[in-house]
């Protein structure tokens, strides 16, 4: 896996490149047991779905993760965004309701 990064990484950035590379730690998600080296994905044509995944239902359930990011899937700050956002809803909807106060900013 390494050696397939660097000889991609030294064909995009020149010959000299793979020398000044060395692995530091590598993940064994292909090895894990129940996930087998899985990733979320959208069908082709599907990706506008992610949108209906993401909102809320009756305004007192709220969904996050990086499923629920239309431009940020599959990603951390994806994930963390879509979370940020399903917990202003909440806080907006329990204000609306009188039970706490409104988000500021
Ligand atoms: C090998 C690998 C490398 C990656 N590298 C990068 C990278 O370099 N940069 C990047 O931005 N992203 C990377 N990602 C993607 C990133 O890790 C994910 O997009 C992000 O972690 C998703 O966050 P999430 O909160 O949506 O879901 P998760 O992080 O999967 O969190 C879901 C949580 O829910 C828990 N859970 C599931 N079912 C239940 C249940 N029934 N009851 C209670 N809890 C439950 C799980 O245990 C888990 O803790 C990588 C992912 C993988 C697999």
């Known amino acids: 896996m390494a050696a397939f990064a660097v000889e991609e990484l030294t064909a995009l ?4 490149f793979g020398a000044r590379l060395r692995p ?3 993940s064994a998600w292909g090895a894990e047991r129940l996930a087998c080296g899985s990733y979320s994905h959208a069908l ?6 992610r949108t ?4 809320p239902v009756d305004d007192r359930l709220f969904f996050a993760g990086e499923a629920c990011s239309a431009e ?5 700050h994806g994930a963390f965004e879509a979370g ?3 917990a202003e809803q909440a806080l907006s909807c329990a204000a609306v309701r009188g039970r706490c106060r409104a988000p500021s900013g």
């Open 13 to 16: 950035f020149g010959s000299g």
């Open 24 to 26: 530091l730690a590598a």
């Open 44 to 49: 082709p044509g599907h990706a506008a779905a």
């Open 52 to 55: 209906i995944l993401a909102a």
């Open 72 to 76: 940020d899937f599959s990603t951390a």
């Open 84 to 86: 940020v956002r399903a």
